[in-house]
């Protein structure tokens, strides 16, 4: 069985204050999850007020995963697409998002 690859930390820093402030995380495409839900994780270490998600599209299995870990968060979304396929991409999906974003492609 193939895995999606582990999120990793290289840095971090939060306001002193963000336990009073409503937090925003950005993520343009919603998989399996696992990146999301790695900084959703990073970022409850501060006890924000709340945490928002944004992303541009989600997958059916990462929003399974984001309710489960994460039932306290609310996740908007603009499309939800629908499956990961055997790569874990999201299907019909935008191809990946960061060459379309560094012009890689």
Same mark, same amino acid.
């Given at each position: 069985i193939?895995? @999606? @690859?582990?999120?990793t930390?290289?840095?971090?820093? /939060? *306001?002193? &204050?963000?336990?009073?402030?409503?937090?925003f995380i950005?993520?343009p495409?919603?998989a !399996?999850?696992g990146s999301l839900s790695? /900084?959703?994780?990073?970022v409850?270490?501060?006890? @924000?007020?709340?945490?928002? /998600?944004? !992303?541009?599209?989600?997958?059916p299995?990462?929003?399974?995963?984001l309710?489960?870990?994460?039932?306290?968060?609310?996740?908007?979304t *603009?499309?939800? &697409?629908?499956?990961?396929?055997?790569?874990?991409?999201?299907? @019909?999906?935008?191809? &990946?998002?960061?060459?379309?974003l560094?012009? !890689? !492609?």
């Amino acid at each position: 069985i193939r895995r @999606p @690859p582990r999120s990793t930390l290289s840095s971090s820093s /939060a *306001a002193s &204050d963000v336990y009073k402030r409503q937090v925003f995380i950005l993520e343009p495409m919603l998989a !399996t999850g696992g990146s999301l839900s790695f /900084a959703i994780d990073k970022v409850k270490e501060h006890s @924000p007020k709340s945490i928002i /998600a944004l !992303t541009v599209i989600s997958s059916p299995e990462g929003i399974t995963r984001l309710e489960k870990e994460h039932h306290d968060i609310t996740l908007v979304t *603009a499309n939800i &697409d629908e499956k990961l396929n055997e790569n874990w991409y999201i299907v @019909p999906g935008l191809g &990946d998002m960061g060459d379309r974003l560094f012009g !890689t !492609t």
